[in-house]
């Protein structure tokens, strides 16, 4: 069955139309709209953190059971592969500089002369065949570098203090090696119909695990893996994103209104939704104008405070190394309590190990998987060890007076001494950035928006790309996934911050089971990988001598 897009078009009016009709029958009624869908959604998101987060005793600790997976296997990638993420990041930038473009002989794909988009595919159209290596970098990060370096680092801190700053930089070192390995894989075993690249965890776990004799493994994992990504893609790469950009829009312009969240979300939902129809080619046009300005806003704005402060930084320092083994009284759990914050942040931030990222640098031009997966690297010192980083000094100097007092958070929202208001999240930041850029908030507000639809794009292409591996390449698998994916947009306007960050934690924590398990199975074909695309260095360089 064939959908035009003026029939895809009428759907987002229906749906639109549908939570307007629900918003006029909340009136006159104790609860707004909002309230009534927080409500409705909270339960659900307790009960999914407390399955996902189960914690594991460690004598008189509690660690959650995923934590230990991620945090174990990063540590064992980092070792095996004798600190791959550090030892070779001068070989990952000119590999992005293309200074080895020679060695990754692939033929261009032909399209001929087809302007339609195969459901599905990530590819950059605008190139003839695939994607650089630098593109598929661009791509990737364009999906991890979103509100989590804003809004969830200023919650990490707010309950673990500038400890969690710590434990959130180690986990993105670690990350290095773990998202070398997933993306490696994703090259690997990737897929190509009707001259469309397809890749990811789905194929690895799949193909791999049954090269090893593992079948039903693998395709349990794969089967199990798709539904989480479309899951994490509902959540953290789009309710969470909804929530704090509206969360930043009410607060900057001082809006009111029991269903004011709902409003706003029907308005992203709409513009998100135009730009999705569209396909790759209108997605594609849109990030690649907008990551650059949404970075150049953001990062020069905390390089700018971080300068005008460079004589605090060694106190904001000195707190992040003291607290993160020494936690100020008020820190819940102490210093495992700051750890487990500092390591949901960075794995919510960066994504590695939830191979979500293989996705999108499964798709890069290459005959050597392992250029990618040293290429992919970069992305979580990107996301996390830099710009992470950068979003915590200047939270952590603001509070150098006293703003708030880290611990005494209700809701994941902190008490400001000053007025006795509670501000959590993107406002946080907001509030930071703010006291030394005044009039800040609006910019703020700008890059915000614009990086929670980045982010959103991308993320509706992932889980895009797993519905399709569930249930097909069809316009009706795609349109199914596309409404349900605006639904979550309105949704995550409408509820607390609370209710998305538990939903959306636990989503995208989720992922970690079944990749890592195949991740740590596989491993041995990436070393491979590794040994042969080294050796073709070698003999590039011999050759030049």
Same mark, same amino acid.
């Given at each position: 069955m064939i959908f035009s897009k003026s029939f895809l078009f009428k759907q987002i009016f229906l749906l639109l139309l549908f939570f307007s009709s629900f918003q006029q029958q909340s009136y006159g009624q104790e609860l707004g709209l909002d309230?009534?869908?927080n409500e409705l959604f909270m339960p659900i998101a307790i009960a999914w953190e407390d399955f996902i987060l189960m914690p594991l005793s460690l004598g008189q600790f509690e660690m959650p059971i995923v934590l230990i997976l991620l945090l174990g296997g990063a540590l064992f990638f980092t070792i095996y592969f004798r600190f791959i =993420? #550090?030892? &070779?990041?001068?070989?990952?930038? &000119?590999? $992005?500089?293309?200074?080895?473009?020679? #060695?990754?002989?692939?033929? %261009?794909?032909?399209?001929?002369?087809?302007?339609e988009d195969i459901i599905g595919t990530i590819k950059d159209e605008s190139i003839e065949g695939e994607v650089n290596h630098f593109q598929a970098l661009s791509t990737a990060v364009s999906g991890t570098v979103g509100l989590g370096n804003i809004a969830l680092v200023a919650v990490?801190?707010?309950i673990g203090g500038p400890g969690a700053t710590f434990w959130m930089i180690l986990a993105g070192l670690l990350g290095m090696s773990t998202k070398f390995v997933e993306c490696t894989l994703g090259v690997k075993y990737r897929e190509v119909h009707d001259n469309k690249v397809y890749g990811g965890p789905m194929y690895y776990l799949s193909k791999g695990l049954k090269e090893q004799g593992r079948e039903k493994l693998g395709k349990g994992l794969a089967f199990l893996f798709a539904i989480l990504c479309v899951g994490a893609s509902f959540g953290g790469g789009n309710a969470f994103q909804s929530n704090q950009a509206t969360a930043q829009i009410i607060n900057t312009f001082g809006l009111s209104g029991q269903s004011i969240g709902t409003f706003i979300g029907l308005a992203f939902a709409f513009v998100v939704g135009i730009i999705i129809i569209g396909g790759i080619k209108r997605i594609g046009k849109v990030t690649e104008k907008v990551v650059p300005f949404m970075a150049i806003i953001y990062v020069? %704005?905390?390089?700018?405070?971080? *300068?005008? =402060?460079?004589?605090? #930084?060694? =106190?904001?320092?000195?707190? *992040?190394?003291?607290?993160?083994? =020494?936690?100020?009284?008020?820190?819940?759990g102490g210093v495992i309590g700051v750890m487990i914050q500092g390591f949901r942040r960075a794995a919510f931030s960066n994504e590695a190990g939830a191979g979500s990222a293989a996705i999108a640098h499964s798709a890069v031009i290459t005959n050597h998987p392992a250029s990618e997966g040293l290429v992919a690297l970069l992305e979580p010192f990107i996301d996390t $060890?830099?710009?992470?980083t950068m979003t915590a000094l200047v939270i952590i100097i603001f509070n150098l007076n006293g703003a708030f007092e880290y611990g005494n958070v209700l809701n994941d929202q902190v008490l400001l001494l000053s007025n006795s208001e509670r501000i959590g999240g993107v406002n946080l930041t907001s509030l930071a950035f703010e006291s030394y850029l005044p009039g800040y908030s609006y910019v703020l507000m700008v890059a915000v928006v614009l990086f929670a639809v980045s982010t959103m794009l991308s993320w509706s292409?992932?889980?895009?790309?797993?519905? *399709?591996? #569930?249930?097909g390449k069809s316009k009706f698998s795609d349109l199914s996934f596309k409404c349900i994916f605006l639904l979550f947009t309105v949704l995550g306007s409408a509820i607390t911050l609370e209710a998305v960050i538990k939903f959306s934690d636990a989503m995208i924590l989720a992922l970690v089971f079944p990749n890592m398990i195949g991740l740590l199975l596989l491993f041995p074909k990436v070393s491979l990988e590794l040994k042969g695309y080294l050796n073709q260095i070698k003999k590039k360089s011999k050759a030049i001598e």
């Open positions: 309230e009534k869908i =993420n #550090l030892r &070779k990041v001068g070989l990952s930038i &000119k590999i $992005v500089r293309g200074v080895y473009d020679d #060695l990754d002989h692939h033929e %261009s794909i032909d399209e001929g002369n087809s302007k990490a801190i707010s020069g %704005s905390a390089l700018i405070i971080l *300068i005008m =402060n460079w004589r605090l #930084l060694d =106190n904001a320092f000195i707190q *992040i190394f003291q607290q993160a083994f =020494n936690p100020v009284a008020g820190i819940t $060890v830099l710009i992470c292409y992932y889980g895009l790309q797993s519905w *399709i591996f #569930l249930f």
